[in-house]
C-alpha cells in the first residue's frame, strides 16, 4: 500500500485532485482527493498522473507525472 499526498492552491478556488496510478490500462481517473492510497497488485514500474483542476472550469488544469517503482 502506498500513500500519495497533492499540494497545490488557486487562490479562493477550490481544487479537484485526480490520481492516475497506471498510465497503461487505461483508466484515467482511479481516485480523487488531497490524499489518497493505492495498492499495486504486481511488480513493475508505473506512471502516476496527478491533475489538479478547478471544479468551475474557469482556470486551466495543471498535470504533473512522476515514476513508482514496485518491487516484489
Not at 495498492?39 to 472550469?57: E, H, I, M, N, S
Request: hydrophobic content about 35%; glycine content about 6%; overall charge positive.
Amino acid at each position: 500500500r502506498r500513500q500519495f499526498a497533492a499540494r497545490a492552491t488557486a487562490g479562493l478556488t477550490p481544487l479537484k485532485f485526480s490520481w492516475d496510478f497506471d498510465d497503461s490500462n487505461g483508466v484515467q481517473e482511479e481516485k480523487d482527493g488531497r490524499r489518497v492510497q493505492h495498492v499495486y497488485r504486481k511488480a513493475g514500474d508505473f506512471v502516476v498522473t496527478l491533475t489538479a483542476a478547478d471544479p468551475y472550469g474557469l482556470r486551466e488544469s495543471a498535470k504533473t507525472t512522476f515514476k513508482v517503482h514496485v518491487t516484489p
